[in-house]
């Protein structure tokens, strides 16, 4: 069943693509997946085939999506990765190391059950319970970034009670499971900010913006929060030091 709505204040094509968008971002349609076909979207969202065909092109133009003759139309794999076996900081962590006050809002926090590109990431049983996490991290009562984070709830007993905007996410999560912070896989991608977390920055549906996904793990190799923070572009900065 579709949960699309049909607005007046915008094109319908352009209605189809903030759709795609949001199940894109929302991770309910995994990277290198193949999305509904044409025929398959006309009948969910009651749309005649030619609006469907160009809100998906506007998709492919914005480089969310590929079509590939014959096979279909993906989500696209982004091309920009790093794995970091280094040590970790949490942005809350790094901000606070360099003087940024900063306040952060938790906007929605509850108890869902993973799907199968969920269950996939997090190496849970599809239908497990998990913690979707999102906050918004305010700097100079400006948004600076968006945080959703999906949680392994099985190593961490009792972390949905926990007040995160008094606690950081990295620290609760050390303290309920007992383990150290392990490693993360980071994949940094250019986007378009979409309706609702273009609302949530506080910038426009089409303002770029900096998404770093990443799937982080504990120190015994559990992983325990596979998110995306989003920020916007003329906002946030990101430098590393390294050493050879």
Not at 9 to 26: C, G, H, M, N, W
Not at 42 to 49: D, N, V
Not at 124 to 132: F, K, Q
Not at 170 to 186: K, L, W, Y
Request: proline content about 4%; some cysteine; charged content about 30%.
């Amino acid at each position: 069943m579709s949960d699309f709505e049909r607005k007046d204040t915008s094109l319908l094509y352009v209605q189809v693509a903030d759709y795609v968008r949001e199940k894109i971002y929302s991770k309910e349609w995994g990277v290198d997946e193949r999305i509904p076909s044409e025929h398959e979207l006309m009948a969910m969202l009651h749309l005649s085939r030619g609006t469907v065909q160009k809100g998906i092109r506007s998709l492919v133009e914005e480089g969310l999506l590929v079509q590939q003759r014959g096979r279909g139309t993906f989500v696209i794999e982004p091309v920009m990765a790093r794995p970091s076996g280094n040590k970790l900081h949490s942005f809350a962590e790094s901000m606070t190391e360099q003087g940024i006050d900063f306040v952060t809002k938790v906007v929605d926090k509850r108890i869902e059950r993973a799907s199968r590109v969920c269950a996939r990431s997090l190496e849970i049983a599809e239908g497990s319970p998990y913690l979707y996490l999102m906050r918004v991290r305010f700097v100079a009562e400006e948004p600076v970034m968006l945080i959703e984070s999906r949680v392994n709830l099985e190593p961490c007993p009792g972390l949905e009670n926990i007040d995160f905007e008094r606690e950081g996410l990295f620290d609760a999560v050390e303290r309920t499971s007992g383990q150290q912070i392990g490693t993360a896989e980071m994949t940094y991608s250019a986007r378009a900010a979409g309706k609702k977390r273009g609302r949530w920055l506080q910038c426009g549906e089409r303002s770029p913006v900096l998404d770093l996904d990443q799937l982080v793990r504990l120190e015994d190799g559990t992983p325990v929060e596979w998110g995306s923070v989003w920020m916007p572009a003329n906002r946030c900065v990101i430098s590393s030091v390294r050493t050879r």
